[in-house]
């Protein structure tokens, strides 16, 4: 089984400890760029790169870091909603001819009503991913090298075409996370990966599993993979003390202020790594040498 680890480069801003600025660093291009650097010749695979309002915008930060790098592969998130798919698909194309075929695609349908209301997103979360089905039909149709009419409910194009193809044939992969029904559906029928928090195994195999099925049943194969906080030291016991020191500056309004806003989101997969810990720092270890700190801080 062919296995591939990813890095993470954090446009939002990067530091020692979780909820607090002390000790934090601010976002700059020096600085991705020795991230960036670094995986290149360490071997990683490629590197994620997150989206939302607090973050530097994905697409100019992959494309900055092209001429600086060699091998390195840039995970972009690509945005149903606030671009078209005919656009989408040139820009996807750019990005992968750029670089020489090293860019892949995140489709991100978000979970925030907030942040989407800000980009002018008003639909619920079934309407998102019923819009996100129809705009990855389009814009993996587009990439392909086909001429498209589409009429859906969510989005229409007439004669939407590529003039320049990808270097990545029959075009860059399409990575996705989403835990809920309607995701699983979109994932089986037009994704390549598809992405799991870090739950317990026992509910990873789960979601493994039913997506596996849901794909089998239209004639496809995903691959998969997982999205995890890695601490490495000498022995279990320094790797919990660097994990402790990691939350040593969190506060109970803290992560009462991140509990709050993980409570307006419709993201089922926050929604379950919320639940496992409920904002309870003495219920964060939540399988052996497994412990949960998304929605806390």
């Not at 939407?160 to 399409?174: D, G, N, S, T, Y």
């Not at 919990?240 to 309004?253: G, T, V």
């Not at 989101?265 to 949960?292: F, K, Y």
Request: with cysteine.
């Amino acid at each position: 089984m062919a296995l591939s680890v990813f890095w993470f480069l954090p446009t939002h801003g990067d530091g020692h400890y979780l909820g607090t600025a002390e000790g934090a660093r601010p976002v700059d291009h020096s600085y991705l760029q020795q991230i960036a650097q670094a995986a290149d010749r360490l071997g990683f695979g490629g590197v994620l790169i997150p989206t939302g309002r607090s973050c530097e915008d994905a697409w100019l930060v992959a494309a900055s870091l092209i001429p600086v790098t060699q091998r390195l592969r840039f995970l972009v998130a690509l945005r149903p909603g606030v671009i078209s798919p005919t656009q989408a698909a040139r820009q996807a194309a750019t990005l992968d001819r750029l670089s020489n075929g090293r860019a892949l695609f995140n489709l991100v349908t978000g979970g925030d009503p907030e942040e989407l209301a800000g980009d002018g997103v008003f639909l619920d979360h079934t309407e998102r991913y019923a819009e996100s089905a129809e705009f990855t039909r389009i814009w993996r149709r587009v990439l392909e090298g086909e001429t498209v009419d589409y009429q859906g409910d969510y989005v229409q194009v007439r004669g939407a075409r590529l003039m320049f193809k990808p270097v990545q044939q029959p075009r860059p992969p399409l990575w996705f996370g989403g835990s809920s029904p309607v995701a699983q559906d979109l994932a089986a029928e037009q994704v390549d990966v598809y992405l799991t928090w870090g739950e317990p195994p026992a509910l990873v195999k789960e979601k493994i599993e039913q997506v596996r099925a849901k794909a089998a049943a239209q004639g496809r194969q995903v691959r998969f993979g997982i999205r995890l906080h890695v601490i490495v030291r000498e022995t279990n016991s320094e790797a919990w003390q660097a994990a402790e020191r990691l939350i040593s500056h969190l506060d109970d309004a803290t992560i009462a202020k991140a509990q709050a806003a993980l409570a307006r989101t419709d993201s089922v997969g926050q929604q379950r790594m919320s639940a496992l810990h409920q904002g309870r720092r003495d219920r964060l270890e939540i399988s052996p040498n497994h412990r949960a700190i998304c929605g806390i801080g």
